[in-house]
T-cell receptor, first 113, second 110 residues
Framework: NAGVTQTPKFHILKTGQSMTLQCAQD?????LSWYRQDPGMGLRRIHY???????DKGEVPDGYNVSRSNTEDFPLRLESAAPSQTSVYFC????????????FGSGTRLTVV | KNEVEQSPQNLTAQEGEFITINCSYS?????LHWLQQHPGGGIVSLFM???GKKKHGRLIATINIQEKHSSLHITASHPRDSAVYIC????????????FGTGTRLKVLA
């Protein structure tokens, strides 16, 4: 099925451990982004990429790294997880700048203990 | 104060009722979007507005640029409309930056 695939769906991580959240899209979209969703707050952008080889910081990038080696994949890495990174993470892709062109992944619920 | 405010935060309605969800914003925008987040977590786009009104099935979205306010209406509500509805503003060219509201959680009872 065409779309954005996120893995894993759920994960529990210990403080200080590292982890990579995977995002893959098969729609040949250029723009990919990572958001986090926390209770009482709107979605906030962590990092984004407009094309392979190009990444940039979003509004809440601290503690996260990304890479974009090809069009399809956009992994999000937590090098040393902290409890403040407990959240639901969404990957979104679009071929245009308009949000209604976005396709969201189903989300990854991450708990850092 | 958040740049995007939604009201109400929670809403419970009986099946068949007319529902209104509001979004007010304090920043200049090029577009406003309404999104729906299903109980399973998936997010889909409902509307993109830059002026006036749009209708899709039982959903109607309006925007007043001067008053910096948008409303999402659901006519003849149904339990399958139960979801979180999110307002997002932005679209400044070149940045892909959007500011998301915190969402309105709607529950429609049969």
């Amino acid at each position: 099925n065409a779309g954005v695939t996120q893995t894993p769906k759920f994960h529990i991580l210990k403080t200080g451990q590292s982890m990579t959240l995977q995002c893959a899209q098969d729609m040949n979209h250029g723009y990919l982004s990572w958001y986090r969703q926390d209770p009482g707050m709107g979605l906030r952008r962590i990092h984004y990429s407009v094309a392979a080889g190009i990444t940039d910081k979003g509004e809440v990038p601290d503690g996260y790294n990304v890479s974009r080696s090809n069009t399809e994949d956009f992994p999000l890495r937590l090098e040393s997880a902290a409890p403040s990174q407990t959240s639901v993470y969404f990957c979104a892709s679009t071929i245009s700048q308009r949000v209604d062109g976005y396709t969201f992944g189903s989300g990854t619920r991450l708990t850092v203990v | 104060k958040n740049e995007v405010e939604q009201s109400p935060q929670n809403l419970t309605a009986q099946e068949g009722e007319f529902i209104t969800i509001n979004c007010s914003y304090s920043v200049g925008i090029s577009a406003l979007h309404w999104l729906q987040q299903h109980p399973g977590g998936g997010i889909v786009s409902l509307f993109m507005l830059s002026s006036g009104k749009k209708k899709h099935g039982r959903l109607i979205a309006t925007i007043n640029i001067q008053e910096k306010h948008s409303s999402l209406h659901i006519t003849a509500s149904h339990p399958r409309d139960s979801a979180v509805y999110i307002c997002a503003v932005g679209g400044t060219s070149g940045t892909y930056k959007y500011i998301f509201g915190t969402g309105t959680r709607l529950k429609v009872l049969a």
